[in-house]
């Protein structure tokens, strides 16, 4: 069903593929306009055979710059040539946008200055102006219900087959706000009653129907469920009040979307720790509530999966965000039969476009791989991702690959992170490169520890270093029984006992969350001056990691918000020695304890592994370093590096 074309109005998609509104468009960060980067990043996109091409959401203010409409013109030229459909998202936004005010008060009595953001960041300013935000005026209401009908018609002239109206997402997007109980306090016409809180909106959305005339497709993005429990939207309100509601207005078709990025931003950057398609549940609902065409989007990265979802009636298109980011060609690969090669997004949320870890194609001026000028033969010592990757670009140029790998299988550190359960996406990015050395025919020899003779053997031309790095242990914790580093406890999940501690708070925290659902008892232990859960990963999947390990004040409704027991955290510890009884530790107070463990996981710093450098240096006429060996990183450090390297050697 993906590839069969839909009907929404007067637009005919060639399949029920769409890229879901993302704001990560090249160029409009800096200009608040679609410049030639936004349509080169859209035009891979539409070349990748996605059938429509949404954009990420603009608010009034950037659709009335001079010029805009051109653009979007020249956009949708583009689009068009490759039979994909252009749609354009707008709203105006909320008090996170920066760009617009809110209803007020905000966003909860109790706790006036409470937000997971200013929780996580300790920066009140990541919010501008969320202490002075101010009620909405009525004119206010009136200048937006007036200027978006205008908006809308003007992209029509411009030649958008649709618009979007961006009705979801809580506190980042103010007509979500409006339909809010959570978020709407209004005393007025506008507030208290379901009819009252989405009078807004919904004089929009006529005043865009009257504007744009009966057969021009307007998609509505709604919040099925704010995933806030009975105090926010839930799926039920929105089956009973919104999409009636909507359907009176005009709309054409919903896009069935969920979360606040206020306070559960999960529904919206959905980290790589919920399954794929997680949400579908809410499209289904909205569908067996409408006739209208349903969009249903979240973590779906998987086309079988996408197809499956459109079979089981559950929804009429399917929206992919990320995994458009990740791969644009993902729709052409998949219709072609060539499923195994699409670079499935890893949810990793570090970026998304800007950039992405796995993608360095991500930037319009990247795609391009040149030849080699002179073809050469490149010996890779290290099949981690930084390995692998540099191998697949230099093998595309035209170079001759030996890549050598000291352990059984690809993939380093990743494959091993990727053991845990709750990071097991990351296994994507390792599948995607190991078969992209099958197909490129890369001479992959594993088992093989690197050395001297290695290159005497090989007789290279240059030699690429991607040895990684390895985890740091302390002097009182080496060859003490029962103590295993992160790495070895992952690859080594049965040796993990009953009882466990993990030293270090960054990638320990993910750990001991993933241990305790397995039923271990786990403390997590970070040292002073370590005091931040998850350091390392990105925002929205650090929230997730801290709300499930520390007691946040931030106010939610459903019982899943409640902080766990088991993994116990405890902050600000020294460990003063690791004996038969235990870890024995002392507390910011100076008071002493010793915790008993079966198995100790110690995941501290990591070290690069480039020793091998100095025994080989000079036995080739090119060496370089990159990925963890030349600086202990990330998967978009290692990515980056090999791809800076291969692009040019
Ligand atoms: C970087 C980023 C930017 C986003 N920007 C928007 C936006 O402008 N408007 C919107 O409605 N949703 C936005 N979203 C949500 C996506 O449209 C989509 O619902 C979400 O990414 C889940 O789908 P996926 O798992 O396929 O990526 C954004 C998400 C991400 C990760």
Not at 39 to 54: D, N, S, T, V
Not at 522 to 545: C, K, P, Q, Y
Not at 572 to 585: A, L, N, R, T
Request: glycine share 10%; with cysteine.
């Amino acid at each position: 069903m993906l590839f069969e074309p839909l009907e929404i109005g007067s637009m005919k998609l060639k399949n029920r593929i769409g890229l879901a509104p993302l704001l990560n468009m090249p160029g409009v960060w800096t200009t608040f306009m679609i410049t030639d980067a936004t349509i080169k990043w859209f035009e891979q996109r539409a070349k990748g055979g996605a059938g429509l091409i949404m954009t990420g959401n603009f608010v009034l203010e950037m659709l009335g710059i001079p010029g805009a409409m051109d653009q979007f013109a020249k956009l949708a030229k583009v689009v068009h040539s490759y039979g994909a459909k252009l749609g354009v998202q707008i709203g105006p936004g909320g008090p996170l946008s920066g760009v617009g005010p809110s209803p007020m008060p905000y966003p909860d009595k109790r706790h006036p200055k409470q937000s997971i953001f200013q929780y996580m960041t300790g920066q009140l300013s990541f919010i501008p102006g969320i202490e002075t935000i101010t009620e909405i005026t009525k004119e206010e209401i009136e200048r937006l219900k007036g200027g978006f009908p205008l908006a809308a018609k003007a992209l029509k002239e411009a030649g958008v087959d649709c618009v979007e109206l961006h009705c979801a997402h809580g506190a980042a997007m103010l007509f979500c706000s409006f339909i809010s109980p959570f978020y709407n306090r209004r005393e007025d016409e506008y507030g208290g009653s379901w009819e009252n809180r989405l009078r807004f909106p919904m004089e929009t959305l006529k005043n865009m129907r009257a504007a744009v005339g009966p057969d021009y497709p307007i998609l509505a993005r709604i919040d099925a469920d704010e995933l806030l429990g009975p105090g926010g939207i839930t799926i039920e309100d929105t089956v009973k009040f919104t999409v009636p509601a909507m359907e009176a207005a005009g709309i054409s078709c919903f896009d069935v979307s969920q979360g606040s990025i206020m306070h559960s931003p999960e529904g919206i950057n959905i980290p790589l720790y919920f399954k794929r398609g997680c949400y579908i549940h809410h499209a289904e609902a909205v569908k067996k509530a409408t006739k209208l065409p349903v969009i249903g989007v979240g973590r779906i990265v998987d086309l079988d999966m996408a197809e499956k979802f459109l079979q089981e009636g559950k929804a009429d298109i399917i929206y992919l965000g990320r995994q458009l980011t990740s791969d644009p060609e993902t729709p052409n690969k998949y219709a072609q039969g060539r499923a195994e090669e699409i670079r499935k997004c890893i949810g990793c949320l570090e970026g998304c476009g800007n950039p992405c870890p796995i993608n360095y194609d991500i930037f319009p001026e990247a795609v391009l791989l040149t030849p080699a000028e002179k073809k050469k033969k490149i010996l890779i010592i290290g099949g981690g991702v930084a390995g692998m990757e540099a191998a697949r670009v230099c093998a595309l140029r035209g170079h001759q690959i030996v890549l050598i790998e000291k352990e059984a299988a690809l993939g380093g550190t990743v494959a091993a992170l990727a053991q845990d359960p709750l990071a097991a996406e990351f296994k994507n990015f390792v599948d995607y490169l190991g078969t992209q050395m099958r197909k490129l025919n890369i001479d992959v020899r594993v088992c093989r520890e690197a050395n001297a003779s290695v290159i005497e053997e090989i007789k290279p031309d240059a030699v690429i270093l991607a040895t990684g790095a390895s985890l740091r242990m302390p002097e009182l914790a080496k060859n003490k029984p029962g103590v295993l580093d992160h790495v070895e406890a992952l690859k080594n999940r049965p040796a993990i006992g009953q009882k466990v501690v993990i030293w270090g708070l960054m990638y320990g925290a993910e750990f001991a969350i993933s241990l305790a659902r397995e039923g271990k008892d786990v403390t997590l232990i970070g040292e002073a001056g370590e005091d931040t859960l998850a350091s390392h990963a990105s925002m929205n999947r650090r929230w997730w990691i801290v709300r499930k390990l520390v007691d946040m004040t931030v106010v939610r409704a459903s019982a899943e918000a409640q902080k766990l027991s088991n993994p116990k955290v405890l902050f600000h510890i020294k460990v003063e020695d690791i004996s038969s009884e235990g870890i024995v530790i002392t507390d910011k107070e100076g008071k002493r304890n010793v915790l008993p463990f079966d198995t100790l996981i110690i995941s501290r710093g990591r070290k690069k592994n480039d020793e091998i450098f100095t025994e080989i240096e000079g036995k080739a006429p090119e060496m370089y370093k990159i990925g963890d060996c030349a600086a202990a990183g990330n998967i978009l450090s290692s990515v980056w590096s090999a791809n800076e390297l291969a692009r040019k050697i």
